[in-house]
């Protein structure tokens, strides 16, 4: 589960990469009300498939927010 406040309606990317860099999935994209926000990740990629356990990366950016967190997927 990631979880997300916004102070005010803003255009949303919420994407996980591989600590390589490579874009695994976008979780959240377009416009986002203001409040709290959960997304659920099940541990796929953007064609379906289950990624290993291991460190990823999770971006999001709101408007001029930009932020970047590890998390770690055990399977």
Do not use: C, N
């Given at each position: ?64 927010f ?10």
């Amino acid at each position: 589960h990631i979880t997300y406040h916004l102070p005010r309606s803003e255009d949303v990317r919420l994407r996980v990469y591989a600590l390589t860099g490579q874009l695994i999935r976008t979780l959240e994209g377009g416009i986002v009300p203001a409040g709290m926000h959960t997304v659920v990740w099940d541990g796929r990629d953007e064609v379906g498939q289950a990624v290993g356990s291991g460190v990823y990366l999770v971006r999001l950016e709101a408007g001029d927010f930009v932020d970047s967190k590890r998390m770690i997927l055990l399977r």
